[in-house]
C-alpha cells in the first residue's frame, strides 16, 4: 500500500506541478523524491479504504457543517505543521531541538491559518475539476504536493 500511495503522490504532484504552476515537471523533480520519500518512509502500511482522501477532505473543507470544517482546517494544519516542524529542526546530541533551513517547503513566517486552509482547499478545486479521479489519492500527500508548490524553498 506505500508503493500505491508513492504512486498517487508522484501522479498528484506532477498534475498539481502542470495544473497549477505551469511549469515543466522537470524542475520539480527534487520536490517529486521528497514526496514519494515521505509517503513511503511517514506513511504506516494502512488500507485505502481506511485512509483520508484528498475528495473526502476537500468534501470536509467546503461543508457548512462546523463539525465538518474544523476538521479540514486540523487536518491540513497539521501536515503543514508537521511537516514544517520536522523539516525545520533536529535533536542535537543533547536532545534539543535546533533549527535548520527547511528545504520541503517555505510558508512566510506569520502566515494566517486561514490562509493555509483556503489555498489547501482553493488548490483541491482546481485540481479536481481536471483531474476528478484525484479525489481517491490519500489526502495527506495531496496537500503536500500542494504546499511544495505553492510554497518552494529558495536554492
Known amino acids: 500500500m506505500v508503493i500505491v500511495a508513492s504512486v498517487a503522490a508522484l501522479v498528484c504532484h506532477a498534475r498539481l506541478s ?4 505551469g511549469e515543466s515537471m522537470k ?4 520536490a517529486t523524491c521528497i514526496i514519494v520519500l515521505l509517503s513511503c ?4 502500511p494502512v488500507k485505502t479504504a481506511d485512509a483520508l ?3 473526502e477532505l476537500y468534501s470536509f473543507c467546503i461543508s457548512a457543517d462546523q463539525t465538518e470544517s474544523n476538521a479540514c482546517r486540523f487536518y491540513v494544519l497539521g501536515i503543514v505543521q508537521g511537516v ?13 531541538l535546533v ?5 520541503i517547503f517555505c510558508l512566510p513566517e506569520n502566515t494566517p491559518q486561514a490562509q493555509i486552509v483556503a489555498i489547501a482547499s482553493d488548490s483541491l478545486k482546481q485540481l479536481f475539476a481536471v483531474h476528478p479521479d484525484d479525489k481517491k489519492l490519500p489526502a495527506a ?3 503536500l504536493g500542494v504546499m511544495i508548490l ?3 524553498c529558495p536554492k
Open 99 to 103: 533549527e535548520r533551513k527547511k528545504t
Open 150 to 152: 505553492k510554497f518552494p
Open 18 to 21: 502542470v495544473q497549477l504552476c
Open 84 to 96: 514544517g516542524l520536522g523539516d525545520g529542526t533536529y535533536l542535537d546530541a543533547t536532545r534539543k
Open 27 to 30: 524542475t520539480h523533480f527534487k
Open 53 to 55: 482522501t484528498a475528495g
Open 141 to 143: 500527500t495531496t496537500i
Open 41 to 44: 518512509f511517514a506513511s504506516p
